[in-house]
């Protein structure tokens, strides 16, 4: 099924996933992809049906992952989502707040 929305990952989300990526490389070798797969899977939720994930803030949507106690913060206008980051549960959320 082809999606009708488009997905930009935003310079900082790059960064936060990448970041989260090196950490579960470190932690346990192969534990980075299996983070990566769950990622790319919620992903493609979110491209299939945006508006099932709730908001959480001024607009700002919120997709948990199951496995890994990490967020993906998006916003999406018209026919583009815009990721704006991948958040950990414990990481200080007012930090979301300059970039949303």
């Known amino acids: 099924m082809k999606s009708k929305y488009r997905i930009i990952i935003n310079p900082f989300a790059e960064l936060d996933l990448k970041a989260s990526v090196e950490f579960f490389e470190f932690q346990k070798p192969g534990l980075e992809n299996e983070f990566t797969k769950e990622f790319d899977d919620v992903i493609k939720r ?44 414990s990481r200080d959320p007012k930090k979301l707040r300059k970039r949303s």
Do not use: C
């Not at 959480?56 to 919120?62: M, N, P, Q, T």
């Open 46 to 89: 979110i491209e299939l049906n945006p508006k099932m994930f709730p908001k959480v803030r001024k607009g700002a949507r919120r997709a948990l992952l199951t496995r890994f106690p990490f967020g993906i913060y998006y916003v999406v206008k018209d026919d583009l989502i815009n990721i704006f980051a991948v958040f950990h549960y």
